[in-house]
C-alpha cells in the first residue's frame, strides 16, 4: 500500500490513493440490486393498497403526502448527521456503517407494509387501521431507506475520483442491473406473485416481499464489499474531519447547496424524471391488470417491461461513450428528450405497438440513468472545489427532500385523473370509463413533467466536458 506524501495543501495532508481491484468495481454493483429490490416491491405499495386493503385514491395520496413529509424532514438531516458524524470513521469509515445499518433494517420494515394489519386482527373493514399502519410501517422504512442511499450517493464521487474509475464503476453497474432486473424483477418476482395467488391475494405480496428481502440480504453481502472504505480512505476522511472539513454549521451548509446552481439543476433534473418514471411505473399496473385485464404473470404484462430493462442496458453502454465525446449537458438532453418522446407515442400510438415503442423508450431510459449518474458525481466535485468541504450528504439529502415528494405528486395526479373518469380499482364497472385515465397516466403526464424537467435542466446546468476533467485534478491537488 502506498503511504501518505509529506506535501499539506489547506492543512490537508494529500494521500496517494491504490486502485481499486476489478473486484471492488463489481462488489460495488451489487448495490443496485439490493437497493431495486426494495424499489420494485415498493413500487407494488399503491396498487396493493387500492385492490387489496380497499383504500380510496384521494386517501392513498393522504398516506403519501404524510410519508414525503417525513421523509423530507429526515433526507437533509440524514445527510447533514452522517457528513457531521465522526466517531466511527477512523475505524468503519465515513459511510459504510451508515450504509450497511440502513440496508440490515430497511427489508423488515418492507415486509410489514404488506401485512394487512386490519385482516391479522380480524377487523377487515377497518381501513383507517390500515391507512396509520401504512403510514408509520412506509415512514420508518423510507427513513431506513434514506440512512442508506443518501450515504450511498455521497460515497461515490469520494470512493471513485477519476472519470475512468466512474466509468469503470458505472458499467459494472448497468451489467449486474441489468442481469437482476431481467432475470429477477421481470421474470420471478411476477411469477412468484402470480403462482402464490395473483394480484387479487394479499398473501401473494406477503410471501412475494419476504422472498425478496431474503434475495436482497444474500446481495448484500458482496455488497458490502465494495462500499468497504479502505485504510486510505478512512484516513484521509478522519483527517478531513479533524480539520472541520466534512462539515459546516447547517444554516451554512443549505445556503451553499441551494445557491449552487449546478447541483439545483441536476436536482430538478433528476426529480422530474423520477415524477415522470413513477407516473409510467406505478400506473402501469393499473393499465395491464385493469384497463387491459392481463394477468399479473402473464407474458403479455411481463414483456413490456423487460423490453425498456434490456434496450436500458443498451442504451447505458451507448451513452457512455457518447458522454465522453460531448459531454454529460449534452448527453442528458439528448437521452430525456427521448425518453420523454417514448410517452407522448404510448398516448399518440395504438397499444398493439406498446413493445416496439419500448425500445425506443428504454434506450432513453438507459442513457438518463447514466448521465445522471455522471452529473451528480460532477456537480459535487465543483461544489468541494468551492466550498473546500466534502459534503456529499448534505447534498444528496437535499436531493431527495425533492424525490420524497414524487410519489406524493403521483398519487395526487392519479387521484385527480381517477375522480374525472370515474375509475376505482377493484370494480369492474368503471374500467371501460376509467381506460382512457389509466393511458394519460402512463403517457402524457409523464410526458410533460420530463420535457419540463429537460428544459429547466438545460438552462440552468453549465459544466462543460473540460471543466468537468478540470475539476478532478484540482481536487487531487487540493488534497480534497
Known sequence: MNKMSQSETNGIEKIRRTPHKGIKYWAWAMGGPVGLLMVG?????????????????????????????VDAFNDPLIGYLADRSTRF?????????????GHLAQPIFLILCFIPIAFVVNDPSNILLSIVWLIIMMSIYETLATVSEVNRSALFPDLFRSQIERTKSIRAGQIIIIIYQVFIVSILIPIILGR??????????????????????????????GAYENREVKSFRAQLDQKHKSSSSPKETLIRVFSDRNWMAYVIMFTFYSIGGICFLNGLPFFFFDGLGYAVDSFEAILPRLIVLIMSFIGSLV??????????????IISLSIFGLFFLTIFLLPVSLLNILCVFGG?????????????????????????GKREEGSFSGVLRVFTAFSYAIQTLL???????????????STYAAGY???????????????????????????????????????LNQLGL
Do not use: C, H
Not at 392519479?414 to 369492474?428: C, E, K, N, Q, R
Open 41 to 69: 416491491m415498493w413500487g407494488r405499495i399503491q396498487y396493493y393498497s387500492a385492490r387489496i386493503l380497499l383504500i380510496p385514491q384521494a386517501t392513498i395520496f393522504i398516506i403519501y403526502l404524510i410519508y414525503s413529509i
Open 89 to 101: 470513521t477512523e475505524k468503519y469509515g465515513k459511510r459504510f456503517p451508515w450504509i450497511i445499518t
Open 196 to 225: 402464490l395467488g395473483g394480484a387479487d391475494d394479499p398473501n401473494a405480496y406477503l410471501g412475494t416481499v419476504i422472498i425478496s428481502a431474503i434475495l436482497a440480504y444474500i446481495m448484500l453481502v458482496p455488497y458490502a464489499y
Open 319 to 332: 451513452f457512455i461513450p457518447i458522454i465522453k465525446k460531448i459531454g454529460t449537458k449534452k448527453s442528458a
Open 363 to 387: 434506450f432513453g431510459y438507459g442513457g438518463a440513468i447514466v448521465t445522471g449518474i455522471y452529473i451528480g458525481a460532477e456537480a459535487i466535485d465543483k461544489a468541494v472545489i468551492k466550498s
Open 414 to 428: 392519479f387521484a385527480i385523473v381517477s375522480s374525472f373518469t370515474g375509475y376505482v380499482s377493484g370494480d369492474p
Open 436 to 474: 382512457i385515465g389509466l393511458l394519460i397516466q402512463i403517457s402524457l403526464i409523464p410526458f410533460l413533467i420530463v420535457i419540463i424537467g429537460t428544459i429547466a435542466f438545460s438552462l440552468m446546468y453549465s459544466i462543460t466536458k473540460e471543466e468537468a476533467l478540470q475539476n478532478s485534478e484540482k
